[in-house]
């Protein structure tokens, strides 16, 4: 079996940890270099449920893509649920590593994962400077309510289900698409001249700006959702490194739903 500081190695060619952005927190949050690793989890929270996956199933690894201490801390104390999951971790002789928005930017990277979830074909990044996001196009023409019913079944079901702004009948050719947080990506979207931008994370006012200022039709999914392909992308990249180097690791991806919401309810009231 490869020891932990080789399977890092290999991890940092796929996302390159120098192509995080500043402020972000990724590399290995703990584990023992010369550890033997010989089964690795991916998620995309680290969070206890799935430290409590990674003891059951016996794994020496997880690999998740967000941080679990983005704004630093002064304290690893297990009164404090962070704290709670690095203390399980090395008390079970488990590793955590974080590949966050190196992996955004990766190629492939997240939203290329994305974009394959839904059988779209990629034809660039949507951000060329940082490789951020994807620009598709749909294997055939369709409409906003067909594409957004596409995206509903491919993508991992969340109580927030899909959220459709738009003319529900409005042909889509092409469309970008961005895992987690994107609107902060609308002027690029909307530059890119595609019918359609699928993200998460959609808030109220640039939601509402974007849709006055122009036709896009916008589809938003859970935050979770939209970056848990990535997992099933990154397992079959480190299958591919094992294979190669003779590792014979064992790769799993988690389909514990660690989305923060839990229920959905619809409105029923009006305004007054």
């Known amino acids: ?38 089964r690795v989890l991916f998620a995309v929270d680290p969070v206890q449920e799935i430290a409590d996956e990674a003891i059951a199933l ?4 997880i690999v998740t893509h967000h941080p679990l201490y983005l704004r630093g801390t002064t304290t690893v104390a297990a009164s404090h649920f962070k704290g709670r999951v690095v203390h399980t971790l090395i008390k079970h002789d488990i590793a955590l590593h974080v590949a966050h928005t190196n992996a955004d930017t990766a190629d492939p990277g ?8 839904l059988d779209l074909r990629v034809t ?10 994807r620009i598709c196009e749909l ?23 899909i959220r ?14 961005s895992g987690g947080s994107g609107d902060s990506l609308f002027d690029v979207v909307r530059a890119s001249g595609v019918d359609a931008f699928l993200t998460a994370d959609l808030r109220h006012h640039p ?5 006055q200022q122009s036709p896009l039709g916008l589809v938003d999914a859970a935050h979770w959702a939209t970056e848990w392909p990535w997992c099933e992308q990154a397992a079959a990249q480190l299958d591919e490194i094992s294979d190669r180097h003779g590792w014979d690791l064992r790769v799993h991806v988690s389909k514990t739903v660690t989305d923060p919401w839990s229920s959905h309810h619809d409105s029923s009231g009006a305004p007054n």
Do not use: Y
């Open 1 to 38: 079996m490869p020891r932990l500081s080789e399977v890092i190695a290999e991890l940092d060619v796929l996302w390159p940890p120098e192509r995080a952005e500043q402020w972000d927190a990724v590399g290995t949050v703990c584990g023992d270099p010369d550890a033997e690793v010989g």
């Open 58 to 61: 016996g794994a020496d690894l």
């Open 110 to 117: 997240v939203s290329d994962a994305l974009a394959g979830a």
């Open 124 to 133: 660039g990044p949507l951000v060329p400077e940082n490789n951020l996001g």
């Open 139 to 161: 294997d055939h023409p369709e409409t906003l309510r067909a594409f957004a019913e596409r995206a509903a079944k491919r993508l991992p079901g969340t109580a927030q289900g």
């Open 164 to 177: 459709v702004a738009g003319d529900p009948d409005m042909i889509l050719r092409r469309v970008a698409v």
């Open 207 to 211: 939601a509402s700006e974007a849709t």
